[in-house]
C-alpha cells in the first residue's frame, strides 16, 4: 500500500503573505507520512517558502522541479514523499500542471484576498478530480489515513 499524496498549491497573494509558515506546515505534514506536493508560481515570497522548507528538512529530502518540465516528472509520486516543491513559471503553467494531476480525495489551496480570480480557474481546473479542496487550512488540515493498493 502506498499513501496518496495530497497536492497543496500555493497562489501569489498568499505566497507573498505566509511562505515560511505554509513552508513549516508542509514538513509538519510530511513528519506525519503524508506526502504533499507543493505548486507554486516562481514570485515574491518563493525563496521563502523553498527556505523554510529546507530549513526544516534534510536537503536530500527535498526535491525541487521545474514545472516545465515533463508532466511526469513535476507530477512524480516518489518525489512527492520527499517534499517536492513545483515551481510553475506562471499562473498558465499552474492551471496546466492542476489540469493534469490524476483524481484525489483532497487538494489543499493557499491563497489571498487579491487570489480569487486564480483560485476561480484553479478550481475549474481540478473540477472533477477532488472531492474537497481544503483552502486555508493548515494543510492538510488533518492526518490522510488514505491509501491506495
Same mark, same amino acid.
Given at each position: 500500500? #502506498? +499513501?496518496?499524496?495530497?497536492?497543496?498549491?500555493?497562489?501569489?497573494?498568499? !505566497?507573498?503573505?505566509?511562505?515560511?509558515?505554509?513552508?513549516?506546515?508542509?514538513? @509538519?505534514?510530511?513528519?506525519?507520512? +503524508?506526502?504533499?506536493?507543493?505548486?507554486?508560481? &516562481?514570485?515574491?515570497?518563493?525563496?521563502?517558502?523553498?527556505?523554510?522548507? =529546507? &530549513?526544516?528538512? !534534510?536537503? @536530500?529530502?527535498?526535491?525541487? *522541479?521545474?514545472? @516545465?518540465?515533463?508532466?511526469?516528472?513535476? =507530477?512524480?509520486?516518489?518525489? $512527492? $514523499?520527499?517534499?517536492?516543491?513545483?515551481?510553475?513559471? &506562471?499562473?498558465?503553467?499552474? !492551471?496546466?500542471?492542476?489540469? $493534469?494531476? /490524476?483524481?484525489? #480525495?483532497? *487538494?489543499? =489551496?493557499?491563497?489571498?484576498?487579491? &487570489?480569487?480570480?486564480?483560485?476561480?480557474?484553479?478550481?475549474?481546473?481540478?473540477?472533477?478530480?477532488?472531492?474537497? *479542496? =481544503? *483552502?486555508? +487550512? /493548515?494543510?492538510?488540515?488533518?492526518?490522510?489515513?488514505?491509501? +491506495?493498493?
Amino acid at each position: 500500500m #502506498t +499513501t496518496v499524496a495530497i497536492p497543496l498549491f500555493v497562489l501569489p497573494g498568499a !505566497l507573498n503573505a505566509r511562505a515560511e509558515a505554509i513552508g513549516r506546515h508542509v514538513v @509538519s505534514a510530511l513528519s506525519r507520512g +503524508t506526502p504533499c506536493p507543493v505548486y507554486a508560481i &516562481d514570485g515574491p515570497g518563493y525563496v521563502d517558502l523553498r527556505e523554510a522548507m =529546507l &530549513d526544516a528538512m !534534510l536537503a @536530500s529530502m527535498f526535491v525541487e *522541479i521545474d514545472g @516545465s518540465a515533463p508532466h511526469s516528472s513535476a =507530477l512524480a509520486p516518489a518525489a $512527492a $514523499a520527499h517534499g517536492q516543491l513545483v515551481r510553475c513559471r &506562471d499562473a498558465a503553467e499552474l !492551471l496546466s500542471l492542476a489540469a $493534469a494531476l /490524476p483524481g484525489q #480525495t483532497d *487538494i489543499g =489551496l493557499q491563497m489571498a484576498d487579491g &487570489d480569487a480570480p486564480l483560485a476561480v480557474a484553479l478550481g475549474q481546473a481540478l473540477a472533477g478530480r477532488s472531492g474537497q *479542496i =481544503l *483552502i486555508n +487550512t /493548515p494543510f492538510p488540515s488533518r492526518p490522510s489515513n488514505r491509501s +491506495t493498493p
